[in-house]
């Protein structure tokens, strides 16, 4: 492996932890708010606030004697909103609020506990469209419309009601749950500017409960770590518990910044890497992570042993295949290490049809380096043709100047890592929900389809700018890695090619092959025949001779 | 000398290809692998049935310890099998109907228990792929040895040879189980044989493997 790919993949690493962000704000999650009743008034004792915080049942307007919430909307019969088309909806200035009588709330949120999410969400919105912002169940009202969209599938439109609750701050009871909830959306695709900058970034830690202020505390000290403020990061950091899986990604992400900030890593930044691959308080995906960058940092250190060593740290659940980037790197380490026929295991393993699709032009480079050196020339000459071969389109494309976004290849490499990965995948989310969305046109009412039409086109625009954005860069990154290969393919072709030919001397012998011990007497081999078992991935070898000779003085 | 030819020239074209195989894709794969489950100390515990007499049927429960010395080689020290027997019904019909008497020497073959000791080579370990989600470890084993078996007579002791096969699914490091089917070839009298074979199925516990 080059060093340039080394520090390539500790970048992709890094950006776990730190993704990179579109250069502009997302626009997914400015939420158009429903615009306030024109004559609506605060009817602070229309709806009594119950004591334990869960929202109040809306008092009908004749039982309060208070003015209806809606009563400025009159005249603008319910009936005449549904008869527009969705897209005329879409397209026309905000409809005009229709009055809505407040027992719906009570309505729909009986229908909720119910179980019908479906049912509830219309009018729910019907409601909060009519109410005034200040009256005491309106942000109650946002946070059961948004679980009823997460219910019924359509998790950004959630989200979003949610950050509103989150930024508004209307109703100090609504807003944990409406954080916890949020904070369970982010293990999926998200808008990470809407929720983890917006609401987690921004958020007023003080009157947080323990387990979501340590998130926020966290994604606040990311925020900072982003733009190169350690310091304040650190005040973060430092407010959460030693204990907290918060605090073990914390410190995880301190290590990948300091990594990216020095030249030669230290002994103790390895350690402390070490140690975090062994915290079982990070999932299995960081504590991967960190063995990985031990495993990377040691490779550069030429410390190969120790490298193997972190690699074997990786855990993977039963029967998954892995990763084809890990496999390449323990390939390259091996034959650092000398153990070319263990190497070429492993790079039988990368073409397992799991990683077919994979974008690895090291593979065909390594693959002939191997023959080479057992000196088996013609199938060395093959392997490094077979990355030009393969690659043909994408090389033309990189000569030809032509868009490199639009090639399959490339944009499929792109698209399996780091930040474009994420967008690449919130784009998808934005798109099936969009989908989704239309099957709940006839149960959500004209006013609310509309407008989450208008809100998933508003943030796919946005989502599919951020992703083109960093499209385009991930796919020049690409183009590199490919056109390094294909050069050092090329002389690899030019010194096979002058070895084919070489005159064998007089006397010479062929190197005794090595004392190769494939099988202990407590292994078990099952000789492969091109069926490839996911349990064997990692334990493929290869038995080949050298047919290297040696000149006899 | 022309057939010689005429053989060379045919077989030319394959041997040429077989070497030309050999230059582009050189080297044999295999996927060497610790192997999962080994066996060490085994305690069986198992259930059976004696299926073949036409008089009896016996339903047998059985015990045994096996010490494994290597991966395929094992000695099971000491067996011993109890037998349950029901009578079917052709004996109650031969006894009602024709008077038959229950000391006949047929009837007093049937086995009340025996005991032996079988030497087990395991020839056979491999995998199988459970509805594509799981990967289930066997191994397939042969085995030989004596038995003692008791008869239902006085002074009923009989020796056996004890041939058979079986297959060990594995289940974890200490825990497998077993289906054995094996035939005792029973020398019953000085020029009679009786064979029982016995199909049995039950659990091996595994004691002192190494990881």
């Given at each position: 492996m080059t060093p340039r790919s080394l520090i390539a993949a500790l970048a992709s690493a890094a950006l776990v932890v730190s993704p990179a962000t579109a250069p502009a704000q997302s626009g997914g999650g400015s939420l158009p708010m429903p615009p306030p009743p024109s004559g609506a008034k605060a009817t602070p004792g229309a709806a009594a606030r119950p004591a334990t915080g869960s929202p109040a049942p809306a008092a009908k307007p004749a039982e309060s004697g208070a003015p209806a919430p809606a009563a400025g909307t009159e005249g603008a019969p319910a009936a005449a909103a549904s008869d527009k088309k969705p897209e005329a909806a879409a397209e026309a200035p905000p409809p005009v609020p229709q009055k809505v009588d407040p027992a719906i709330f009570d309505q729909a949120l009986q229908d909720y506990f119910d179980g019908k999410p479906r049912d509830a969400a219309g009018p729910l919105y019907a409601w909060l469209q009519a109410a005034p912002k200040t009256d005491d169940n309106y942000a109650w009202a946002q946070y059961f419309l948004a679980r009823?969209?997460?219910?019924?599938?359509?998790?950004?439109?959630?989200?979003?009601?949610?950050?509103?609750?989150?930024?508004?701050?209307?109703?100090?009871?609504?807003?944990?749950?409406?954080?916890?909830?949020?904070?369970?959306?982010?293990?999926?695709?998200?808008?990470?500017?809407?929720?983890?900058?917006?609401?987690?970034?921004?958020?007023d830690l003080g009157f947080l409960p323990e387990d979501t202020g340590a998130y926020a505390h966290y994604q606040q000290g990311l925020v900072d770590l982003r733009v190169g403020n350690e310091r304040w990061a650190n005040t973060h950091f430092a407010k959460l518990s030693e204990t907290s899986a918060e605090a073990s990604r914390a410190k995880f992400a301190l290590l990948v910044t300091r990594l990216k900030q020095v030249k030669e890593p230290s002994e103790e930044l390895i350690a402390d890497f070490l140690g975090l691959s062994k915290d079982e308080k990070l999932t299995r995906e960081a504590r991967n992570e960190a063995a990985l960058a031990v495993a990377r940092l040691r490779y550069e250190r030429l410390d190969y042993t120790g490298a193997l060593e972190a690699y074997n740290l990786v855990k993977l659940p039963e029967l998954d295949p892995g990763r084809a980037s890990l496999y390449l790197e323990e390939a390259w380490t091996r034959y650092k290490l000398g153990e070319p026929r263990a190497s070429l295991g492993?790079?039988?393993?990368?073409?397992?049809?799991?990683?077919?699709?994979?974008?690895?032009?090291?593979?065909?480079?390594?693959?002939?380096?191997?023959?080479?050196?057992?000196?088996?020339?013609?199938?060395?000459?093959?392997?490094?043709?077979?990355?030009?071969?393969?690659?043909?389109?994408?090389?033309?494309?990189?000569?030809?100047?032509?868009?490199?976004?639009?090639?399959?290849?490339?944009?499929?490499?792109?698209?399996?890592?780091?930040?474009?990965?994420?967008?690449?995948?919130?784009?998808?989310?934005?798109?099936?929900?969009?989908?989704?969305?239309?099957?709940?046109?006839?149960?959500?009412?004209d006013r609310l389809f509309s407008h989450l039409t208008k809100l998933y086109d508003l943030s796919r625009a946005e989502a599919v700018r951020v992703y083109d954005a960093r499209l385009a860069e991930a796919v020049r990154q690409e183009a590199d890695t490919l056109l390094r290969a294909a050069e050092q393919v090329r002389l690899m072709e030019y010194e096979v090619g002058l070895k084919l030919y070489e005159r064998v001397k007089k006397g010479a012998k062929i190197v005794a092959p090595e004392d190769e011990q494939l099988l202990t007497p407590d292994s078990v081999a099952f000789r492969f025949d091109g069926e490839y078992w996911n349990d064997e991935l990692k334990s493929y070898r290869v038995s080949i001779e050298s047919r290297c000779i040696e000149e006899t003085p | 000398?022309?057939?010689?030819?005429?053989?060379?020239?045919?077989?030319?074209?394959?041997?040429?290809?077989?070497?030309?195989?050999?230059?582009?894709?050189?080297?044999?794969?295999?996927?060497?692998?610790?192997?999962?489950?080994?066996?060490?100390?085994?305690?069986?515990?198992?259930?059976?049935?004696?299926?073949?007499?036409?008089?009896?049927?016996?339903?047998?429960?059985?015990?045994?310890?096996?010490?494994?010395?290597?991966?395929?080689?094992?000695?099971?020290?000491?067996?011993?099998?109890?037998?349950?027997?029901?009578?079917?019904?052709?004996?109650?019909?031969?006894?009602?109907?024709?008077?038959?008497?229950?000391?006949?020497?047929?009837?007093?073959?049937?086995?009340?228990?025996?005991?032996?000791?079988?030497?087990?080579?395991?020839?056979?370990?491999?995998?199988?792929?459970?509805?594509?989600?799981?990967v289930l470890h066997f191994e397939a084993f042969l085995l030989g040895g004596g038995t003692v078996v008791k008869i239902d007579r006085q002074d009923g002791f009989r020796p056996a040879i004890n041939l058979g096969l079986g297959v060990r699914m594995f289940s974890g490091k200490t825990l497998s189980f077993r289906l054995d089917v094996t035939n005792n070839v029973v020398f019953a009298g000085a020029s009679r044989i009786i064979n029982v074979p016995v199909v049995q199925l039950g659990t091996a516990f595994n004691f002192g493997a190494t990881e």
């Open positions: 009823s969209l997460i219910d019924l599938g359509l998790t950004h439109a959630g989200a979003s009601y949610l950050a509103r609750i989150a930024r508004e701050r209307s109703n100090p009871n609504v807003i944990p749950r409406a954080l916890d909830t949020l904070k369970e959306l982010t293990d999926r695709p998200h808008d990470d500017v809407m929720i983890d900058e917006q609401v987690f970034g921004a958020l492993i790079l039988t393993t990368l073409d397992a049809p799991s990683f077919r699709d994979e974008f690895l032009p090291d593979k065909y480079l390594l693959r002939a380096l191997i023959y080479r050196d057992l000196c088996h020339y013609l199938p060395a000459k093959r392997a490094a043709k077979e990355l030009t071969r393969r690659f043909a389109d994408s090389l033309e494309a990189v000569r030809n100047r032509d868009d490199l976004t639009q090639d399959l290849r490339l944009r499929r490499a792109a698209n399996s890592h780091g930040g474009t990965q994420r967008a690449s995948r919130f784009v998808e989310t934005l798109d099936l929900e969009g989908e989704r969305l239309g099957r709940y046109a006839g149960s959500f009412g | 000398m022309r057939y010689a030819l005429l053989i060379l020239l045919f077989l030319a074209p394959g041997l040429a290809r077989a070497q030309a195989e050999a230059l582009e894709n050189p080297g044999a794969v295999s996927a060497i692998q610790e192997r999962q489950y080994r066996m060490n100390h085994e305690l069986y515990l198992g259930v059976g049935v004696l299926p073949a007499d036409a008089f009896y049927k016996g339903l047998t429960g059985s015990v045994s310890y096996t010490y494994h010395f290597s991966d395929t080689f094992a000695w099971q020290v000491g067996r011993g099998t109890y037998s349950y027997n029901i009578q079917t019904s052709l004996r109650r019909q031969l006894e009602r109907d024709f008077d038959v008497a229950p000391t006949a020497s047929a009837f007093e073959d049937q086995v009340q228990w025996m005991v032996g000791s079988d030497l087990v080579w395991s020839p056979l370990y491999g995998k199988t792929a459970v509805l594509n989600s799981s």
